[in-house]
């Protein structure tokens, strides 16, 4: 008797599009199968590490692989009849998020202070930019240190850092520096500017920023010390044996 034996044609299995990628974490793509048998069914498998294995329901090109946080290798095995074949493998290498750390430093500064913002605990060898906030969002400046030297503010000002390492970047949280206005510490005054040995006179101060608060320090010898008690105008002096002088420290916030 004869024996027919048909032997079906083995499907192309085709190209996997792109061949290799590189995202993200959090970030996904899409896979094409380019080239595979006219009617054939597709099924798509993927791996992390170990054999490759089946995605449900993923039977149509292209593939999207969704959000992925590690690297991902993908295939589609392509069959006609009883014959199957297997493509090429879509490789996607995923690269972490860096760690942006956080940023420290003085919120309160009086107007035309600097301070220094700090960076801590960002990714080991990412590339650090400082950002400042303006109207139209946050820009980059020249610095890409830990440390930034924010120069003398007059107004309040947003900082931040931005932090890359393997073209995957993040934040840090935000420090707003609060520029509180100058202050005008006035003028000192006395009543009388030379007394006698055991007299005394009254000192004012005008010209004093409003609201502001006022502690009188005075000094006979050595460094000027507060007063105790000493803070409105004008000030009464104790009786006086010796050459005195008097100043007033003004503070606002």
């Not at 692989?65 to 090429?88: D, I």
């Not at 139209?136 to 932090?163: K, P």
Request: proline share 5%; charged share 5%.
């Amino acid at each position: 008797n004869i024996v027919t034996v048909t032997v079906n044609p083995t499907p192309d299995p085709g190209t996997t599009s792109p061949a290799t990628t590189t995202l993200c974490s959090g970030q996904g793509i899409s896979i094409s199968l380019n080239g595979a048998t006219n009617l054939a069914t597709i099924q798509w498998q993927s791996k992390t590490t170990g054999a490759f294995t089946d995605i449900g329901g993923a039977m149509s090109s292209p593939l999207a692989t969704g959000s992925l946080t590690e690297t991902t290798h993908y295939q589609a095995v392509v069959t006609l009849g009883s014959c199957s074949a297997t493509s090429t493998v879509a490789d996607v290498i995923v690269n972490p998020i860096p760690s942006p750390g956080t940023a420290l430093g003085d919120t309160t500064i009086c107007s035309g202070n600097p301070t220094t913002l700090t960076l801590k605990g960002s990714e080991n060898g990412a590339q650090i930019t400082w950002q400042v906030k303006n109207s139209g969002g946050f820009t980059d400046l020249n610095a890409h240190n830990t440390t930034y030297a924010t120069g003398n503010l007059t107004s309040t000002t947003i900082y931040r850092a931005y932090v890359v390492k393997d073209n995957c970047s993040d934040t840090s949280n935000i420090v707003t520096v609060t520029v509180n206005p100058g202050v005008d510490a006035g003028t000192a005054t006395p009543a009388n500017s030379s007394i006698c040995s055991g007299g005394n006179t009254s000192i004012n101060l005008t010209g004093a920023t409003n609201l502001a608060t006022i502690q009188w320090q005075s000094n006979a010898s050595g460094p000027f010390a507060d007063i105790n008690g000493a803070t409105s105008s004008p000030l009464a002096t104790d009786t006086l044996t010796t050459t005195t002088q008097y100043q007033a420290v003004v503070t606002l916030g």
